[in-house]
């Protein structure tokens, strides 16, 4: 297996998701400023033009960090961040589904559509446009996610998950890209402060975010 990897906040996810597992996979890294993973030989393999890929032995590149997560969680069970039955990990799904939906896609379009929309422009549809829309988005999906927070201390009810992983990664990103979480959400704020004390969160970070000083 190799791990296309790079300075992304997606990679970084699946980043955090190996150490947490103690996986280590061989890495490809990808230049993605420079568009490689738009290149005809990359995009042969995986239409969608993204990272994370996960490059199998047999030759095939599966892409999107939840299949990645749950084929990963499949060849190596323990420790799992999904759950330990078909309930467990339905849950974990259904509750991934609902944070990617309210919170981290309208938050990634964000920056696509803001910040680095011209590096963009020849990549994807970019619809500036959207931008307010998409923060009000953003916005409501924390401002819901922060009651939920005054109860348990993770996403998905008592137990650790990707799921957590998914949006700390997502929301310490976005804190260096121009949206940062309300200080009105405390709950949020101390579920963050938890997800950073892990150890696995600064290893994650791409040795490039030392530079930038991006959180990816
Ligand atoms: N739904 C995909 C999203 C992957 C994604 O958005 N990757 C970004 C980096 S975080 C990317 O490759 N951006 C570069 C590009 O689109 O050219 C997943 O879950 O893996």
């Known amino acids: 297996m190799i791990f296309c990897n790079a300075a992304r906040p997606n990679p970084r996810c699946l980043r955090m998701y190996l150490l947490e597992k103690r996986l280590t996979l061989p890495i490809r890294e990808i230049d993605v400023d420079a568009g490689e993973n738009r290149h005809p030989e990359f995009i042969q393999h995986n239409p969608g033009g993204q990272v994370p890929v996960l490059i199998l032995d047999d030759g095939f590149w599966l892409a999107e960090t939840g299949a990645i997560f749950q084929y990963l969680k ?103 890209v121009g949206q940062p979480c309300d200080n009105g959400l405390r709950n949020l704020h101390a579920w963050f402060a938890a997800m950073d004390n892990r150890p696995s969160a600064p290893v994650s970070l791409h040795p490039k975010a030392a530079v930038t000083g991006i959180r990816y």
């Open 74 to 176: 499949e060849k190596y069970p323990v420790p799992s961040l999904l759950g330990a039955t078909p309930e467990e990990r339905a849950e974990t799904r259904m509750w991934q589904r609902r944070i990617e939906r309210r919170i981290t896609e309208p938050l990634y379009a964000t920056f696509h559509y803001g910040p680095v929309a011209a590096m963009y422009r020849n990549r994807m549809l970019i619809l500036p446009e959207c931008v307010p829309g998409l923060e009000k988005l953003v916005h409501d999906g924390l401002l819901w996610l922060d009651a939920l927070l005054a109860w348990r201390t993770v996403i998905v009810p008592h137990r650790f998950t990707v799921v957590d992983i998914v949006l700390y990664t997502a929301l310490d990103f976005g804190s260096r």
